[in-house]
């Protein structure tokens, strides 16, 4: 798996952890896939470790949001195995959001009743479903009006209802795709923090699609930096600084270390083609 | 003193003017007086045609053919609408056929369903719905087709089956398309069942009611059964927009 760089040598000399003893929660062997034009990828290997969360970035087209449609069922694969804690995808509780908040909310539920709905699919009954959904934006610190429909919300508030929908299945890993790329910058800083809290807060491994290096790096505990197509491991770096973030931490030396070496590393992948 | 808002009395403005010309062709008799009565007649025999008279009956037979051939268009259209939207493939093999039959006059059709039911109301209600849900069905299975993917997506990677997409996705996605499409639908069928009134061995309606009019040479009468006409199209076009503002209220937003 990817070259070793002397950001994660330096890093994990510091914090001695390195990869023994992590649980891989998603473990992806021999992955392949064509599409009529183009082989995005081949052979591909990948573990995604438990309990953390994992930023994907890498030259536009590279099949970010395909990886993780793939890993989720969304696109067939063409060869190769994708397992969760060992076992297939169907037999996995995981949450998606998507980056088009305005398209994946259904516009005729109320938000309530859209975050109620994948519990519904699940056959829970109706005091079950309430007790959980109650939970889990009491447990948030959600400030929306939920009777409201998702069109009557601000584009943040439409993407955390989005967000709620895919964790009020206490997922065991949620996937997000570019979630906050359609927001403005003050939204999309403010998200940044309610994402990280509910990361905290809940230590679901959550895998991260971004094409915005600085959120990529600040929010991941690793850092996914893939090739141009046919897409491998650029590099898989480590980025260990303490939770909560801030601010702060954007100009914190290591931060800025972290973030110069996966520029570099992107630089280089993107000058391959 | 806040400025008096004109915006929404303009539509009146439009009305104003056609009587103000109107009046003024009778007046300087522009138009022989014969074949254009003046407005205060016309209204008249609208006002006593409707309070008691004839035209209300009539006004209430076309309506109601037009309802029955609307509903009975609907209630063929949307589940097969529904059922060739959901598979773009079945859709591509029919998509000829419909837009053929939606092309043709349904007027071209009368003597057929003539020979087929009669001189009856049958044959006026079944041209009507036959014209009327061809054009529903291909905006129920335009809409069901251009669902939005990632709508579908999210229901699907949610754990959603294909029936549960297809009931709670694809059905709601299509509905501001079969809304538009069943606004359309009643339009052609009223202007279908006025015209078979006129023309096939009829003995009320409002097509008929016109067309015996100008056979009398009754012109404010004939009038008074045009503006009743008009106002049944409108009146039912602002009906299905309400409905659909009531049940579509996503539409657009």
């Known amino acids: 798996m990817g070259r070793e760089s002397p950001v994660v040598r330096a890093q994990e000399a510091r914090v001695p952890t390195g990869n023994a003893g992590e649980v891989p929660a998603v473990t992806v062997r021999g992955l392949t896939k064509r599409f009529p034009d183009a082989v995005v990828y081949d052979r591909f290997d990948l573990d995604i470790p438990r309990g953390k969360l994992v930023s994907i970035f890498g030259p536009n087209g590279c099949g970010k949001s395909t990886l993780i449609n793939m890993i989720t069922g969304l696109i067939p694969i063409d060869a190769g195995e994708i397992l969760f804690d060992g ?187 | 003193m806040k400025p008096i808002r004109l915006d929404p009395y303009l539509p009146i403005i439009g009305v104003l003017g056609l009587v103000a010309v109107w009046y003024l062709a009778v007046w300087y008799q522009i138009v022989d007086p014969v074949l254009l009565p003046s407005p205060v007649d016309t209204f008249r025999a609208l006002w006593n045609g409707i309070a008691g008279g004839r035209l209300g009956f009539d006004f209430m037979r076309t309506l109601e053919r037009t309802i029955l051939a609307t509903l009975i268009a609907a209630a063929i259209a949307i589940p097969l609408g529904i059922a060739l939207g959901s598979s773009e493939r079945v859709y591509r093999s029919v998509e000829f056929v419909v837009d053929f039959f939606r092309s043709t006059p349904a007027s071209a059709m009368f003597p057929l369903f003539l020979v087929l039911f009669g001189v009856g109301d049958k044959t006026k209600v079944s041209v009507a719905a036959f014209g009327a849900a061809l054009v529903i069905l291909f905006n129920v299975a335009y809409g069901v087709m251009n669902a939005r993917k990632t709508r579908l997506l999210a229901a699907k990677v949610m754990g959603a089956s294909r029936l549960r997409v297809l009931t709670d996705v694809m059905l709601l996605e299509s509905l501001p398309q079969t809304f538009v499409g069943l606004r359309n639908g009643v339009s052609l069928a009223l202007v279908i069942v006025v015209v078979a009134e006129m023309f096939i061995g009829s003995t009320d309606g409002l097509g008929q009611r016109v067309f015996e009019a100008q056979q009398l040479f009754a012109m404010p009468d004939m009038y008074a059964a045009i503006f009743a006409a008009g106002g049944l199209g409108y009146g039912l076009n602002l009906m299905f927009l309400l409905v659909e503002r009531q049940f579509v209220h996503w539409s657009g937003r």
């Open chain 1, 87 to 273: 076992k297939p995808l169907r037999d996995t509780k995981f949450g998606y959001v998507f980056q088009n908040y305005r398209e994946a909310l259904f516009p005729w539920l109320r938000a309530i009743d859209n975050i109620d709905y994948p519990l519904k699919l699940m056959k829970l009954p109706k005091a079950e479903r309430r007790t959980r959904t109650e939970r889990m934006v009491a447990s948030l610190g959600v400030k929306i009006d939920l009777n409201r429909y998702p069109y009557e919300l601000s584009g943040g508030q439409q993407q955390l209802v989005s967000v709620m929908r895919a964790l009020v299945v206490e997922p065991q890993i949620l996937f997000l795709d570019e979630p906050f790329s359609a927001l403005d910058y003050e939204m999309t800083l403010f998200m940044r923090d309610q994402l990280q809290r509910i990361f905290v807060e809940t230590g679901t491994t959550t895998v991260l699609v971004s094409h915005d290096l600085e959120e990529a790096v600040y929010l991941a505990d690793r850092i996914l930096l893939l090739s141009r197509r046919p897409a491998s491991i650029a590099d898989y770096v480590r980025y260990d600084a303490a939770r909560p973030r801030s601010d702060a931490t954007l100009s914190q030396h290591d931060f800025v270390r972290v973030k110069a070496h996966c520029l570099e590393v992107f630089q280089r992948e993107v000058r391959k083609g």
